[in-house]
């Protein structure tokens, strides 16, 4: 029986929204992967973490539930290895988020965090706001409508007011930057990255990039996943056509599905070297 006995758990369907499959995909063959290096791998929902089933001393996870991430950051108290890290999870929190990354001075859009139920019209007006996205600030994202762009500060009025409607007492207003929308994932301390532009962003109106700064983009990455303490991640940036780098948003542990074969190797790999280091 192997010594290295690591719990993996799995992320609840409500927070993967059209991507229960991918995300499902990802854990089981990153579990293959540390089986392959001599571990013993149990595979959990996080109702079954909740219940208390989850005693491994090493967590490798996928969680969002509010429950799941206030036992994640137990775990580490005790000293149990957890990969990400349920404090680094709750940093992803898009409120949480926007203040970590501005305060560590990471490239991001101008952003202002609101009350669902405060008037805003003015305010965005007086600082220049017509395209911006509004996003739930309280929670990972549920629902499509969690993320949406508007087009003037009239409308972001009608959607917050929809987002107090549906309970949501938090929401932060980013400014739209203009450029070129890339798909990037990595890990921290390990040499795995890889970008992509998405198909959804190969219209016409696109500006054309002849030469990406790779270096510097994993750099800049890197640099936010640290600074909100994820370890395994993903997420989304802007390349304005002056060549700035902008992150938009960053995942705790995406899908990896364009990338999985490659990535789970990598994530077995710096499970490992985490081990190690511990021990």
């Known amino acids: 029986m192997s010594e290295i006995k690591i719990a993996a758990v799995k992320r609840s369907g409500v927070y993967s929204p059209n991507h229960i499959g991918n995300d499902t995909a990802i854990l089981n063959v990153v579990a293959e992967q540390l089986r392959k290096r001599g571990c013993e791998v149990s595979l959990y929902s996080e109702e079954e973490l909740a219940a208390g089933k989850v005693d491994e001393r090493i967590v490798v996870n996928m969680c ?64 220049g706001f017509q395209r911006c996205w509004i996003k739930r600030a309280d929670s990972h994202t549920k629902h499509k409508e969690d993320v949406t762009l508007v087009r003037h500060p009239v409308e972001a009025q009608e959607v917050l007011q929809e987002y107090f409607l549906r309970g949501i007492k938090r929401a932060v207003i980013s400014r739209h930057v203009e450029g070129r929308l890339v798909k990037f994932y990595g890990i921290v301390g390990a040499p795995f990255f890889q970008w992509l532009f998405p198909h959804s962003d190969s219209d016409a109106g696109s500006p054309v990039l ?70």
């Open 64 to 127: 969002r539930e509010p429950r799941s991430i206030d036992i994640l950051q137990q775990f580490e108290e005790e000293g149990r290895i957890v990969i990400n890290s349920g404090f680094g999870i709750e940093n992803c929190l898009r409120e949480r988020m926007t203040r970590i990354l501005v305060g560590n001075n990471i490239p991001f859009p101008e952003s202002i965090i609101v009350s669902t139920d405060e008037a805003v019209k003015a305010r965005l007006t007086k600082a």
């Open 210 to 279: 002849t030469k990406i700064d790779e270096e510097r983009m994993q750099k800049i990455c890197c640099d936010a996943a640290e600074a909100l303490d994820v370890k395994i991640f993903g997420g989304d940036c802007i390349i304005t056509p002056e060549g700035e780098m902008i992150i938009v948003h960053l995942n705790d542990w995406p899908s990896f599905a364009p990338c999985r074969g490659e990535a789970a190797t990598g994530i077995a790999k710096a499970v490992m070297a985490e081990i190690k280091s511990r021990q």
